[in-house]
Nanobody
Framework: VQLQASGGGLVEAGGSLRLSCAAS??????YAWFRQAPGEELATVVA?????????HYADSVKGRFTISRDNAKNTVYLQMNNLNTEDTGVYYC????????????WGQGTQVTVSS
């Protein structure tokens, strides 16, 4: 599994970024974005999407500001992040879940998002 994440950067509070995650080889049952905040050991889920149904899930902290979407033809998942605040700062990872697994076990490299006040 190869997951290529991109789109991170430095943005001022209130700004926007769009992250992309391109998967190679095959499609998966679910795709998700996780965030590892500075100083935190674990990454937490920010948003997830079901490839077949398009059903989505969001962490409470990003509802109404972030949108996860997919491009079937490109096997790519996006995370549109609007109205960013400093608490959104962290390393963002995309991950995938296979059809027979409830866990997101395959992760790509992270992309850094830094929101300045």
């Amino acid at each position: 599994v190869q997951l290529q994440a991109s789109g991170g950067g430095l943005v001022e509070a209130g700004g926007s970024l769009r992250l992309s995650c391109a998967a190679s080889g095959r499609t998966f049952a679910g795709y998700a974005w996780f965030r590892q905040a500075p100083g935190e050991e674990l990454a937490t889920v920010v948003a997830a999407i079901s490839w077949s149904s398009g059903g989505t899930h969001y962490a409470d902290s990003v509802k109404g500001r972030f949108t996860i979407s997919r491009d079937n033809a490109k096997n790519t998942v996006y995370l549109q992040m609007n109205n960013l605040n400093t608490e959104d700062t962290g390393v963002y990872y995309c991950a995938v879940r296979r059809e027979d697994d409830a866990e997101f076990r395959s992760w790509g490299q992270g992309t850094q998002v830094t929101v300045s006040s």
